[in-house]
């Protein structure tokens, strides 16, 4: 077990084995509505060679506590799209954290018709061994978040769009003050190299 921090930023245990379970179990069930639901952004023809999303080993490492730095007056941000306009967000919060020895930030991003927080990203093996055009989080933090609040972010959730699959969705791009300098080998590869 190792520490953690919960919403509230108070240390709480951290059960290694029971997050490895709940990671794996999560992972089945993106394969399943991958393979089988109707809104699977796998095209229908490519699905009976759908044998699983290719994903980096779970790795705790990547599972970080953050440092909110909450914005009292958040920033509209519009993001560049892989097709069609550009989405307009909210900045609404800044993370700080340590990946390897390395200070990290990364933008929470907020909209109206979102209860989750969005974090777009681009890393280290981005183009490489994760698609070309970044990766995302979604955080749903309990209640508002305020300065100096530590909550767990983990990168073994980080999921590749859907406009990497089919060319019928458009995904916002990471903007560049996602652009980690590090390399995250945690959550899905790219679906290509499978």
């Not at 009292?72 to 993001?79: A, H, K, L, S, T």
């Not at 990168?155 to 300098?181: G, H, I, R, V």
Request: net charge negative; with cysteine.
């Amino acid at each position: 077990m190792t520490t953690d921090a919960n919403d509230a930023g108070e240390r709480t245990e951290f059960d290694v084995d029971a997050w490895r379970e709940e990671l794996e179990a999560h992972r089945a069930e993106k394969d399943e509505f991958f393979d089988e639901h109707p809104q699977s952004p796998i095209p229908p023809e490519d699905r009976e060679e759908f044998s699983g999303l290719p994903y980096f080993d779970p790795d705790p490492d990547y599972r970080v506590t953050a440092t909110v730095e909450t914005h009292d007056d958040p920033e509209p941000v519009e993001m560049e799209t892989t097709g069609g306009p550009p989405q307009r967000y909210l900045r609404e919060a800044t993370l700080r954290f340590d990946i390897d020895g390395e200070e990290c930030t990364l933008a929470m991003y907020g909209r109206e018709d979102q209860e989750s927080l969005f974090v777009p990203f681009r890393d280290k093996t981005t183009g490489q061994q994760s698609y070309e055009n970044g990766r995302y989080l979604e955080l749903h933090p309990e209640g508002d978040l305020s300065d100096g609040d530590e909550i767990p972010v983990d990168f073994n959730l980080a999921y590749t769009p859907f406009c990497a699959f089919s060319e019928a969705f458009s995904c916002p791009l990471p903007p560049e003050e996602n652009w980690l300098d590090v390399v995250v080998r945690a959550g899905e590869k790219d679906w290509t190299s499978n």
